[in-house]
């Protein structure tokens, strides 16, 4: 490796180093990766706890292209084959492997593949890949040294972004949890007295049949406020730093990070507590792809996120008043969304709403082994 490409890759390794949010993270990894090989397209692939595709972040391809692709890599096919075999994997044509599945319509056409395994604590969480040589030909030794180096510290990386994640949740619900008992002490007590208080001068004093009519509401309206109240404090102590809520809420900031539109985000029900790990994975996927579709498609102002459980059931809501819900062209991310409501036996509709903007509602039936 010459002097310039040693520069090129210790550039490289620090610039992915200065990342602490793990989107932004990966981002940077496959760039470097692509810039260090002279390589036209990278990706990389991140599994979920249960061995699936959780993440997939990718470089030379826009999103116009990517839209229009069915799916990304579902652990078949030469991803499969990394799986099993935790080595560096340099090819010149990528359909010749015996493991290749070949390429879902509408995805450019590759051939030269420089593929390498991500680590994490001597723990592998994906693949990083490289295709198509820039200038033609094939992926040289030198890459695949640079790409086993960047790899190693993705890794170191990506677990830094992940402790900075966690340490942010748990932050989050340090002061959740504070919120919860100031709100229990300090405002339910008061209108539980100031409640009572009108009770008894509603029982003690004779009062005209407007004037009771209106003590009555305002005893009501206060029940209710102390209902509201005691269900803002079970959301606040149901939340876990790993739960859904935590995740779903660290989208939602990274949507309002970088789209301007007024946002709002609700939660019902005991979302921390009936929501599995694996089906948790499978909602943050669906809120990350409905705020993207917001983002890229709708040209909304504003845009209201429901997550409820109730019951058995699980529901996202994704409502904004955007340009309108068109039949569009085959759009992979909604796809996707679709089919991991299929898998639970749920249900996906997007449609448009009155006067303008559209809703998308992804509901599923939680599994009874939790």
């Known amino acids: ?62 999103e116009e292209v990517a839209d229009e692709i069915p799916r990304f890599p579902e652990g078949k096919g030469l991803f499969g084959h990394m799986l099993a075999h935790p080595d560096v994997l340099r090819l010149a044509d990528m359909a010749m492997h015996e493991s290749s599945a070949g390429l879902p319509p509408g995805h450019p ?8 395994p991500l680590n994490v604590q001597g723990v592998k969480f994906g693949q990083i890949y490289l295709s198509e040589k820039l200038g033609g030909g094939e992926f040289t030794e030198e890459d695949e040294v640079m ?56 029982k003690s004093q004779p ?5 009771r ?4 509401d305002a005893i009501d309206e206060l029940d209710k406020t102390v209902k509201q109240i005691r269900q803002t404090i079970f959301a606040l102590q149901d939340s876990s730093p790993h739960g859904l809520r935590a995740r779903v809420i660290a989208e939602f900031e990274a949507f309002r ?26 909602a943050v996927a669906v809120v990350r792809e409905l705020l993207s579709n917001v983002a890229k498609h709708s040209h909304a102002t504003k845009a209201d996120v429901l997550v409820k459980v109730r019951a058995d059931e699980l529901t996202i809501t994704v409502t904004d008043n955007g340009v309108g819900f068109l039949e569009p062209p085959h759009r992979r991310g909604l796809s ?33 082994d939790i």
Not at 207 to 211: M, P, S, V
Request: glycine share 6%.
């Open 207 to 211: 009062l005209e049949e407007a004037g």
């Open 147 to 202: 790409v086993e180096t960047l790899a190693a510290a993705a890794g170191v990386a990506v677990d830094s972004a992940r402790s900075h994640e966690l340490r942010s949740s748990l932050q989050l619900t340090e002061e959740r949890e504070r919120i919860a008992r100031d709100l229990h002490d300090l405002v339910i007590q008061r209108l539980f007295a100031t409640g009572m208080s009108l009770q008894a001068l509603l």
């Open 109 to 116: 056409p590759m051939r030269s593949f420089l593929g390498a």
């Open 1 to 62: 490796m010459n002097l310039e490409s040693s520069k090129a890759l210790v550039d490289a390794v620090l610039d992915i180093a200065t990342g602490v949010n793990l989107r932004s993270t990966l981002q940077r990894i496959v760039d470097n990766a692509a810039a260090l090989t002279h390589a036209q397209y990278a990706a990389i692939a991140v599994r979920g706890p249960a061995g699936e595709v959780d993440e997939f972040v990718y470089h030379g391809i826009s």
């Open 257 to 282: 990070g970088v789209y301007d539109c007024q946002a709002e985000l609700l939660f019902e029900g005991p979302v921390d507590a009936k929501v599995t790990e694996r089906v948790t994975t499978h």
């Open 336 to 368: 996707n969304v679709a089919r991991r409501a299929e898998a639970y036996s749920g249900l996906f509709v997007i449609e448009p709403v009155a006067p303008h903007g559209t809703r998308a509602h992804w509901s599923i039936f939680l599994p009874t």
């Open 213 to 216: 009519t209106r003590l009555n």
